[in-house]
């Protein structure tokens, strides 16, 4: 087993940071929790580096409360809760949501960011090619827009998980299980992407022709019903950021790199793969929101059946145009 380096330790410390501000974010917010019914501030569950974290950086959004979150099954457990109003996650997070019966709605989604997650290997490793882990451990984290990945590098290479020795890990678990040589490859999102490339390090495979690795806004069930105008202009203000950041880049990390505690080329490289616009959720998104749903429950990862293409909600379609 390779003994990391100190630059390596000096970033895996820096990713556990980066988690343990999360955490200690969350449990500063939890008590200004408000009734989605009852006028107080919408409660937004964001994650480090989604277009969310923009929003909150530059402080266009009025009225709102933020909570920061690892990954998307976290975010989505605090919908479970009642904890949020509004979250943003990626690919798979609402499937295995609808699966666990959370109540929520996707109103709103972004352009495909297939660019945005990997397959990191050391560069020293012999392995050329996604088939090449057969019978290699793999980590990952259950639930995340990763794990749709993996099932469609597992299809494309005609692979199944039983040809994998496959370790659920989360981000702040990840990074140090790869860089110890704990495991053969690691599959991640930005900005724990950019924050792991560096030399001795290889990108083995993206998403790129297998999965679109879109954003999706989640909101409660209450919210969307008792709160529709609140709900309507904060994604006003969201897109309206968004569509700022993508014309003003240079000013867009530089505003970022401190809400996200990590280096400004970093910040820098992530975004330039990973901001993408927001769209509009459509009978499209839909379909392809229940694809996702039907390979899950088929490869039996969740229970079904899964109705997502039901939890789509176009009323709020004139804020993301």
């Not at 409360?65 to 904890?83: N, V």
């Not at 793999?138 to 692979?159: C, I, P």
């Not at 040809?163 to 999102?189: C, H, M, S, T």
């Amino acid at each position: 087993m390779r003994t990391p380096s100190r630059p390596r330790r000096r970033v895996t410390a820096l990713l556990t940071t980066l988690v343990l501000l999360a955490a200690a974010t969350l449990t500063g917010c939890g008590g200004e929790a408000t009734d989605a019914r009852d006028g107080g501030p919408l409660r937004i569950g964001y994650q480090r580096f989604g277009g969310l974290s923009l929003v909150k950086a530059r402080g266009t959004a009025k009225n709102v409360t933020w909570s920061l979150f690892e990954s998307g099954p976290a975010l989505t457990e605090a919908l479970k809760a009642g904890s949020i109003d509004i979250g943003q996650v990626g690919e798979a997070p609402p499937v295995f949501a609808a699966a666990g019966k959370i109540p929520f709605s996707v109103i709103g989604t972004s352009e495909p960011i297939p660019q945005g997650e990997a397959v990191l290997v050391r560069a020293d490793s012999p392995y050329r090619s996604f088939a090449d882990l057969r019978g290699r451990t793999v980590a990952l984290n259950k639930g995340s827009n990763v794990h749709w990945l993996l099932v469609k590098l597992l299809e494309a290479n005609k692979m199944t998980l039983a040809d994998l020795n496959v370790k659920y890990l989360k981000p702040a678990e990840g990074r140090p299980a790869f860089d110890n040589g704990q495991v053969d490859a690691w599959i991640i999102w930005d900005p724990y992407f950019a924050l792991a490339e560096r030399p001795g390090v290889r990108v083995l495979a993206d998403a790129a022709g297998l999965a679109g690795n879109r954003e999706y806004v989640l909101a409660a069930p209450g919210a969307v019903k008792n709160r529709t105008d609140d709900v309507r202009a904060f994604l006003d203000t969201y897109r309206e950021t968004t569509d700022w950041g993508i014309a003003h880049p240079a000013e867009r990390a530089a505003v970022l790199a401190p809400e996200l505690k990590i280096p400004l080329d970093v910040t820098t490289r992530a975004l330039a793969r990973s901001a993408k616009p927001l769209a509009p959720v459509t009978p499209d998104i839909g379909r392809e929101l229940q694809a996702i749903a039907d390979s899950f429950v088929a490869l039996k990862l969740v229970p079904g059946p899964v109705d997502i293409a039901g939890r789509v909600d176009d009323r709020f379609t004139e804020a993301f145009r």
